[in-house]
């Protein structure tokens, strides 16, 4: 497996991403809407709506896109303390919107852009991921309008949750994106499993780790995710990365997105667990993500049982250990 140990500026961002994931109570949250006195700002070119009853309070702002500059609309936020902090924005949604609005996200390690398609979902809060952000008082979350895409973009409110007391694992998808029934599916014929998902969609990280990239022509393009426990999170078929190698991920982060990049015949996400050496049937451990409770440790899932048939002569080529 080759092991990527530079990737191009140019692979960052992402599309939509995990929905309605709100942090405890005991986890710090500061939400800046659009009117909030002395946190937004926006160029003239920005409008002020209220058609829509899907906004968040009394109002929104508008621009239509423009691929000359980025003239960003910014919220303005205090980071009491340095460290992981989801980031979730709220929009209303029309399909005369656009559906590749940038978000952009002032991380400790330089700015990040998130596309959204602001023609779906909207009305509710949309998680951008999990960043590191800096602490003070700052411009955090800004919405441009450098998209070739048509439709206005859209900015109308903020929240940004500290990971303090926050869920320590995500799906790997969107809770939307597939039914319980997918995630009990067994593998071809080793511990693994395919989730059947169309190009483009956004993968996250099941739990804190460090990110290595993988670019082979079995994995395509994919990600071992070493966890906070020592496990390895694959994903292979990517059609693009999100993070860079050797990245630090929170949970929930985008890491990529899904394709059918590598020995794939059709568009998919490969998810994987193993420990040392050893494949780790996924489906238990995804199977709870789904059910909102705490899945069994890596250690502890099986190795057997999760495939269709055993391996034979002309079997699908294994993944290697990366």
């Known amino acids: 497996m080759n092991v990527i140990t530079r990737l191009s500026a140019a692979v960052v961002a992402a599309g939509l991403v995990l929905l309605g994931t709100t942090a405890p109570a005991t986890a710090a949250t500061t939400t800046v809407d659009n009117a909030t006195a002395g946190r937004f700002t926006a160029g003239s070119g920005w409008g002020t709506s209220a058609w829509s009853a899907q906004r968040y309070e009394a109002d929104y702002r508008f621009a239509a896109p423009d ?22 924005v709220w929009y209303p949604a029309d399909p005369g919107y656009n559906s590749a ?43 441009s309008r450098w998209t070739s895409q048509p439709g206005y973009v859209v900015a109308d409110a903020v929240r940004i949750t500290s990971s303090t007391g926050s869920s320590a694992f995500s799906l790997p998808l969107a809770r939307t994106a597939l039914p319980r029934s997918e995630y009990d599916d067994p593998h071809h014929d080793y511990p693994a ?12 990280a ?8 993988i670019d082979d ?13 020592g496990a390895i999170y694959t994903y292979c078929h990517f059609s693009s990365w999100s993070v860079s190698n050797g990245a630090s991920v929170g949970t929930g982060q985008q890491i990529g997105l899904t394709g059918n990049t590598g020995n794939s015949t059709g568009p998919h996400l ?15 451990f995804l199977l709870a993500l789904y059910d909102g409770v705490t899945p ?21 080529p294994v993944i290697p250990l990366g």
């Open 101 to 143: 609005t940038p978000f952009l996200v002032a991380t400790a390690d330089g700015a990040r852009s998130v596309v959204v398609d602001q023609r779906a979902n909207g009305g509710r809060w949309v998680s951008l991921g999990t960043f590191t952000l800096a602490a003070g008082d700052y411009n955090v979350v800004g919405v």
């Open 193 to 204: 499993i395919d989730l059947p998902v169309g190009t483009g969609t956004p993968a996250y």
């Open 67 to 88: 691929t000359t500059t980025s003239d960003a609309a910014w919220f303005k936020a205090a980071i009491a303390a340095a460290g992981a902090h989801l980031v979730e």
């Open 206 to 213: 099941v739990r804190p780790g460090t990110v290595t990239i």
């Open 296 to 316: 069994p440790a890596a250690s502890g899932l099986p190795t057997t049982g999760c495939s269709y048939t055993n391996r034979s002569a002309d079997a699908e």
């Open 270 to 284: 490969h998810f994987g667990i193993r420990t040392g050496s050893t494949r780790r049937c996924p489906q238990n």
């Open 217 to 229: 022509s079995l994995c395509g393009r994919g990600i071992n995710l070493t966890g906070n426990d």
